[in-house]
């Protein structure tokens, strides 16, 4: 069995190897996922202000979304342009390029044994959350669990391939990981981390939906909060943006690995 | 160039330019270097063509950024050439197609491919997985290689905890696991002791015995190029100047041999003079260098002019003749 042309077995291999190597590193690994709290300050924000009902949410509306946004956040977060671009500097991504897998599938290994890794850690802020607001607790239905465990692998491939794009250009740049900040901005405003998108008027709005990054957290965190959503054209544009994205990562990895010069090594 | 099917690796009239940036000292260099960058091309390799023969191990020479390196690095396949070819075993290695990454392994002194918070043996099956190895074939090619690099527990050990050797040798196992035909090797025995070393080219050495595999080379100990190298191919400057055995090397740098003398009684430095030119005299101890051609003549004098406890000819150090060569830039 092959999953995008690796075997199961690599694929297996990859990832356990990479838990065993990120277990060794579960405190840190932690304390990365307590940093990913801001989707708690912005509920904590946005509630004390009474601002929620102008979002069409109440306080329990809210607390489910923020609380899914941060849950999508721990499995969609992605780091692979600040690894990429040391492993090209310092000449360790030398090794990589002559073994017969893409360098990029050890990248997609790491960040799902990070996932992996972070799993218990992010269950176990939930159930704080709840203790801290019962009334905001709820369990999802299977269904609805399904579609956003699929729609945050979904965001995740979609939030790894704009920074594998933005990566690739280290072949050009060196330091890429600057011109990682033209996505971050933008991400950080138009994903839903900060505001559920409908609190946007809806002419930003409108713009907002043509970009990558409502699918990267908005879209699966309405999933799992039960809020009221589009569930097939949300899909559909995530599947849109990842076949765009396949190929341009591909093409400019062609062209920019001809350019490499394996410096530092 | 004339290929002939017996040839592994062709390379042709190869060449190599790495576009950098000049930046001037100082703020105003800085403020100027950031309004109007200038670059200009700096050539690592130029215009070199030689050929390699299944099973030989070559040997690169060259003093630091003489371009071996960058060589290569583009007959791996790592980096691309800016003009000229490379053919290895049919392959145009800058296209990585898989079947040529099967066949070759490289192996950088200075850097390492192993995870360094887990065992060896993580990356190793990591690898044996990439290179589609069944679990049964790389237990007995692990098993097979740890004996030959004398590797056991250290496989199991974190990387981190390991001596520089006993990483270096995991390296090499991890690099050879899949038994490519053409290893490159970049000064695997970087920073080792003398020991060490020592272990490091024996194993290339068996290993080239057993496998017939073609080994290339570049190292800064000489005593490496000696004992696994029969060809050396010098590069200076970017550019090829010697390529051929090493004792023919040895002996166009060196015309003359040093021979030593043990005197039974102490002689004047005045009654060797004759006899060649006197690199040492120590009481009862002389060195001196003589001309190939006049060899047997002088020592056969030697013996019947002095009491000779002792007496020995060897060439002069290959490493001070290719360091001399290197400061010259040139083969006499």
């Known amino acids: ?265 | 160039m004339h290929t002939n099917p017996s040839d592994l690796i062709v390379v042709d009239q190869l060449s190599k330019y790495y576009r950098v940036a000049n930046k001037q000292p100082g703020f105003k260099g800085t403020v100027k270097h950031f309004f109007d960058r200038k670059t200009y091309d700096v050539s690592a390799v130029t215009d070199i063509s030689f050929k390699i023969a299944p099973g030989e191990i070559v040997g690169f020479l060259g003093a630091n950024g003489a371009g071996k390196t960058t060589l290569l690095k583009m007959m791996c396949g790592l980096i691309h050439p800016s003009t000229g070819l490379v053919d290895v075993g049919g392959y145009s290695p800058q296209r990585r197609q898989t079947a040529f990454l099967k066949e070759i392994t490289l192996v950088m002194g200075q850097k390492q491919q192993l995870i360094w918070d887990l065992p060896p043996m993580d990356s190793l099956y990591v690898n044996a997985a990439v290179y589609g190895l069944s679990d049964h074939e790389a237990k007995v090619r692990i098993n097979e290689l740890a004996e030959m690099l004398e590797l056991g527990e250290e496989l199991t050990r974190p990387v981190r905890k390991l001596s520089l050797g006993q990483r270096m040798k995991s390296e090499i196992l991890a690099a050879l696991l899949h038994k490519p035909s053409v290893l490159f090797l970049d000064e695997p025995t970087l920073g080792l002791d003398v020991n060490a070393q020592a272990r490091v080219r024996s194993f290339l050495s068996e290993y080239n015995k057993r496998t017939g595999a073609t080994i290339l080379l570049t190292s800064h100990y000489m005593a490496d190029i000696t004992a696994l190298c029969p060809r050396v191919i010098c590069i200076h400057k970017g550019k090829l100047f010697y390529d051929g055995d090493l004792d023919s090397l040895a002996n166009s740098l060196s015309p003359s041999r040093e021979v030593k003398v043990e005197l039974k009684d102490p002689c004047a430095s005045e009654q060797f003079e004759k006899y060649g030119e006197i690199q040492d005299l120590n009481d009862r101890f002389v060195c001196l260098l003589v001309s190939r051609d006049k060899l047997t003549d002088v020592v056969s004098n030697l013996l019947t002019d002095f009491n000779i406890i002792d007496l020995e000819i060897s060439d002069p150090p290959i490493d001070q003749l290719i360091g001399e060569l290197f400061i010259k830039g040139e083969v006499n």
């Not at chain 1, 492993?87 to 017969?100: F, K, M, V």
């Not at chain 1, 893409?102 to 972070?118: C, G, I, M």
């Not at chain 1, 920074?163 to 996505?183: G, H």
């Open chain 1, 1 to 265: 069995m092959r999953i995008f042309g690796l075997s199961l077995k690599v694929f297996k291999t990859l990832l356990t190897t990479q838990y065993a190597y990120m277990l060794e590193y579960r405190i840190e690994i932690a304390l990365w996922a307590l940093s990913g709290v801001l989707p708690f300050i912005m509920f904590s924000l946005w509630s004390q202000n009474d601002v929620g009902n102008s979002f069409g949410l109440n306080d329990v509306g809210l607390a489910r979304y923020f609380l899914s946004a941060f849950l999508v956040r721990q499995f969609s977060v992605v780091w692979v342009v600040f690894s990429f671009e040391e492993d090209s500097l310092t000449g360790r991504l030398s090794p990589y390029l002559l073994q017969p897998l893409h360098p990029l599938f050890r990248y997609v290994a790491s960040h799902l044994a990070e996932q992996a890794t972070r799993l218990p850690f992010a269950i176990a802020i939930a159930i704080i959350f709840f203790i801290l607001n019962p009334s905001s607790f709820w369990l999802p239905s299977l269904p609805q669990l399904f579609l956003a465990y699929l729609s945050t692998h979904f965001a995740f491939t979609i939030a790894f391939l704009l920074q594998s794009l933005v990566a690739a250009l280290c072949f050009w740049t060196e330091k890429s990981s600057a011109l990682e900040r033209l996505i971050f901005v933008p991400y950080l405003f138009l994903s839903g981390l900060l505001v559920p998108l409908s609190a946007f008027p809806s002419n930003v709005l409108k713009v907002a939906m043509l970009t990558p990054f409502p699918y990267l957290i908005n879209f699966p965190a309405k999933i799992l909060s039960g809020m009221p959503v589009d569930i097939s054209n949300g899909f559909l544009a995530q599947i849109l943006w990842i076949s765009i994205l396949v190929p341009s990562v591909n093409i400019l990895w062609k062209l920019g690995v001809k350019r490499y010069t394996a410096m530092g090594a």
